[in-house]
């Protein structure tokens, strides 16, 4: 019997140790396979000696039986929220307020740290073993979670003491957090199974800590960062930074961006570059929190009724709003794809203003019940088309209407049909007013001709002014007619006239692209062009040569055929050529294959000619290296406006900059 005690006790120091390496520290030091041999070993010897079970064993962690309800929680120390400021000149005048306050006129300390987007909680210790854990609920009352929140590996069922004893109470406050990356796969497995979504990583993580099984929170990787303090007895703190040293100490995972800063303007800088780390982040972060470092200035600072007056929050431009659906169009795009589309009252979401959103399909109508006048929640991230998560169905009024899109498209009533295994409703009439505008918009944009000038009004204007019915069209327009046109002039007339020269000449990648074949893309018209060399070998090319190229498949082979098999479409190259458009295959690749071959690049601050994404492409398409922080390795850091924390660092390690338009010419 004591040899087994013995073991068992040795199994859970080892799973102690490892599962600290691992979800604290980051640091594995053995393989899963070996971690699980260990486990079930313990579980093997607990199961022949329960008696020996203890509430500290990783044991514990996999969920116990379902629970009928949560037991409520009364928190010692009230759980507070925080004040939210949204600009500098707001931080600056906390910063003021509490000078005032204090009494104090040298620059205070502040610890600076990511506000999580997750779920606060209290975990409380008692002589180092963790014997209860609640939610914040309405700061003085939460719900008992210990099940759910001992399935999180990173929280020590027993506080680590090799360092420092345990206290004889501790009451630390956290953020639980759902990784977004997990989120993800979370979403589409439930999409799979037909179950609801979650709107975000918070609602994941809150709907995860109010499971009654414990055993499904246990499959969910929950994850925590300890940000406060509750009641603690044993032990005193001088300063924030020491408690969450101490934190660490025992074996509580504080999160490691945490800085420490001298004065307001120095803080503030932290805000900036944890704004630009934000999207690489493997967690959702909504702002930063300040914190007056020292404990002694907090207590004399003091709270107000429901926040402390010595930390305040610095959100972000929320990326989230809700706002309500006026109307709901359908819209057919230029291959004829009819899409509904939800008009909004207009809305700022992170800085943006946001008008209209796309409701995808009829599908995704009905699996969201979307109803023209509901209150809804708009969400915009990164580059990506606002959409609509939710609807607010406490906010829905009685006269909200459902929305069924036509059976007949809505520019030219022809009836439409939704092809085998596909969610989209389609017009398949050639002659679509709709679908010819949209295809000239698309043939005159940025990626595609780039025709200066040449935007949705007016391609609008000239097919009502009957001087166009087709992407042909454009080269055969006059200056004198497009300079009588309403706000036009011969200025405007002659840009234009100059802009679809210079479109003539472009290369040919870019104007298959622009001729809207479906399924071709820009990367895709850049393959066949590389691979073929010329509209007229494209024009021959058999389903087997298509093939041959890597990444192109069936469909797109298919798609390709199909439109230079059409009549309509050969009249049309016929015309284009007439116009004088001959596009030329380029070697750019080939030329510019290793323009930055051994140099790295590093962009920061807004880019106004393309997105992140495109630009870092660019730098791989000739040989470069796109990274995300500088350091002495970086050749050139390109830095937009609102370039922070990195262009100071480039110029402090001498670092080339350049200009977005300096990048540009390079290219
Ligand atoms: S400190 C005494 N630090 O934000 C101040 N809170 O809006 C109490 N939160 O309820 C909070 N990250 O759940 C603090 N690094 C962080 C935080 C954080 C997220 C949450 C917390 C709080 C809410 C207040």
Redesign the pocket.
């Known amino acids: 019997m004591h040899d087994i005690k013995a073991e068992i006790t040795q199994l859970r120091q080892q799973l102690d140790f490892h599962s600290y390496q691992y979800y604290v520290l980051d640091n594995p030091q053995i393989s899963d396979a070996e971690y699980d041999r260990v486990f079930r070993r313990l579980l093997e010897l607990e199961e022949q000696n329960p008696e020996l079970i203890t509430p500290d064993s990783p044991s514990q962690r996999v969920g116990g039986q379902p629970l009928e309800g949560f037991t409520p929680v009364r928190h010692n120390l009230p759980?507070?929220?925080?004040d939210?400021a949204f600009d500098d000149s707001e931080m600056r005048a906390f910063d003021e307020r509490l000078h005032r306050l204090l009494e104090i006129n040298e620059s205070f300390e502040y610890l600076v740290?990511?506000?999580?987007?997750?779920?606060?909680v209290e975990l409380v210790y008692v002589d180092g073993l963790f014997i209860q854990g609640s939610t914040?609920g309405d700061g003085a009352t939460g719900e008992d979670i210990t099940a759910n929140l001992k399935t999180i590996n990173s929280i020590p069922l027993r506080l680590r003491t090799d360092v420092i004893p345990a206290p004889a109470r501790l009451e630390v406050?956290g953020?639980v957090y759902y990784p977004t990356e997990a989120f993800r796969k979370l979403n589409a497995e439930r999409e799979k199974a037909g179950e609801p979504t979650f709107v975000n990583p918070r609602n994941s993580a809150a709907g995860t800590l109010r499971q009654l099984d414990p055993r499904i929170t246990a499959k969910r990787p929950l994850d925590i960062?300890v940000?406060?303090i509750g009641q603690i007895e044993g032990i005193e703190f001088n300063s924030q930074s020491e408690a969450y040293a101490a934190f660490g100490q025992w074996g509580l995972r504080v999160?490691p961006l945490i800085q420490v800063r001298q004065g307001i303007e120095k803080s503030i800088e932290v805000y900036y570059q944890l704004m630009e780390k934000r999207e690489t982040l493997p967690y959702e972060i909504d702002g930063v929190?300040f914190?007056l470092n020292n404990v002694a200035l907090q207590q004399q600072a003091g709270i107000r009724s429901r926040?402390?007056r010595w930390?305040i929050?610095y959100k972000f431009p929320a990326q989230q709003e809700t706002t309500v659906i006026e109307d709901i169009i359908a819209q057919v795009g230029r291959t004829g794809a009819v899409t509904p589309v939800a008009v909004l009252r207009p809305i700022f979401v992170g800085g943006v203003e946001v008008r209209r959103a796309t409701l995808h399909n009829q599908d995704e109508i009905d699996r969201k019940d979307i109803r023209i006048g509901d209150t809804v929640v708009v969400q915009r991230a990164g580059d990506v088309i606002p959409e609509i998560v939710q609807v607010v169905l406490a906010k829905r009024v009685g006269s909200a209407e459902k929305y069924t899109l036509p059976s007949n498209c809505p520019a030219c009533s022809t009836p439409l049909f939704r092809p085998e295994g596909e969610a989209v409703l389609r017009c398949d009439n050639a002659d679509c007013p709709a679908q010819i505008r949209n295809s000239i918009i698309h043939f005159a944009s940025k990626g595609a001709m780039d025709i200066d000038g040449l935007g949705e009004k007016l391609v609008a204007l000239l097919l009502e002014k009957d001087l166009i019915s087709s992407i042909a069209d454009i080269y055969f327009l006059r200056k004198e007619e497009i300079a009588a046109l309403e706000r036009m002039g011969d200025k405007s007339a002659e840009n234009l006239m100059a802009a679809i020269e210079k479109s003539r000449h472009n290369p040919l990648e870019r104007f298959l692209f622009a001729l809207g074949i479906r399924h071709v893309g820009e990367h895709v018209a850049r393959l066949i062009t590389k691979h073929f060399k010329s509209l007229e070998n494209i024009r021959k090319a058999t389903e087997e040569e298509l093939l041959s190229i890597h990444e192109i498949g069936p469909q797109v082979a298919a798609s390709i055929i199909h439109f230079f098999s059409q009549e309509r479409n050969c009249t049309l190259l016929a015309k284009l050529a007439e116009g004088g458009v001959t596009p030329d295959f380029e070697e750019t690749e080939t030329e510019f294959a290793s323009q930055f071959a051994g140099q790295t690049f590093v962009f920061t601050g807004a880019l106004e000619k393309f997105t992140r994404k495109e630009a870092e492409k660019y730098v791989n398409d000739r040989g470069g290296h796109a990274a995300s922080s500088v350091s002495k390795n970086t050749t050139y850091l390109v830095a937009g406006p609102g370039a922070g924390s990195k262009l100071d660092k480039a110029q402090e390690l001498k670092v080339q900059i350049l200009t977005e338009e300096e990048f540009l010419n390079m290219l």
């Open positions: 759980m507070l929220s925080l939210n740290e990511p506000k999580m987007d997750g779920v606060a914040r406050r953020e960062f940000h406060g999160n929190v914190k926040s402390p930390a929050a």
